[in-house]
């Protein structure tokens, strides 16, 4: 990966809004609308959980919440689903790490794909920088509501740990981030915040986004 690459990474992980049609109480068009009009920097499609859309409706919804990305040049992840990806041409994937790894996921994207590898250890972080990833999400960072199988919370200390080791890709917090947390996960060292409820489920979409962004301007 050349290192201008992972300083755009970088700058697009600020406020990065993940969402599927169950986390919305309105049509996910509106809902990533208004993130987008608050300042979102990057979109993960991750459709997910019971009564997740699949096939077809799947399909079609990626699709149209990647033409909004596109007009807005938000870089569009889709979570888990390789062959989704290539389908709609995403920008990029995330996998877990009951996926495949990152460098088997490379091959079938190629090098301009943007790869992120959760990770809730120092070696799972390890593993995945020497697999390819682009960037990390770590966490749960907080207690989470949205994802039932989450691992135990982390807080901002393996974050802090990675940066002491000197390991400078870009990464995210993710799990249980509000407005009132969000600064203490970039000042452990994070490059931005992944969330999904505090702006998916805010009453009003557009402001939660517009006040994450503030906050994050430390
Ligand atoms: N991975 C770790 S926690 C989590 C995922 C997908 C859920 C984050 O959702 P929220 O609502 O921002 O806590
Ligand atoms: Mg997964």
């Known amino acids: ?87 709609i041409r995403a920008d990029g994937v995330h996998v877990g790490q009951d996926d495949e790894s990152a460098s088997i996921i490379r091959k079938q994207l190629g090098s301009h794909a943007i790869i992120g590898v959760s990770a809730h250890t120092i070696s799972e972080a390890e593993q995945a920088i020497q697999d390819g990833a682009n960037y990390l999400g770590i966490g749960p960072i907080y207690p989470t509501q949205s994802k039932p199988d989450a691992k135990a919370v982390l807080g901002t200390r393996l974050i802090q740990k990675l940066r002491i080791k000197g390991i400078d890709i870009p990464l995210v917090g993710i799990g249980g981030i509000t407005i009132d947390n969000a600064a203490d996960v970039i000042q452990a060292g994070a490059d931005g915040i992944s969330v999904i409820s505090a702006i998916a489920s805010a009453a009003s979409v557009r402001n939660a986004t517009a006040l994450f962004n503030q906050n994050l301007n430390i």
């Open 1 to 87: 990966m050349s290192s201008i690459h992972a300083e755009i990474i970088r700058k697009h992980l600020k406020l990065y809004f993940i969402m599927g049609s169950i986390n919305c109480q309105r049509h996910p068009v509106d809902v990533l609308s208004e993130a987008i009009a608050g300042g979102i920097t990057l979109f993960q499609y991750r459709e997910k959980g019971p009564g997740a859309l699949k096939g077809q409706a799947k399909l079609e919804l990626a699709q149209q919440l990647l033409k909004l990305c596109r007009e807005h040049h938000i870089p569009f992840i889709v979570n888990d689903d390789i062959n989704l990806a290539i389908a």
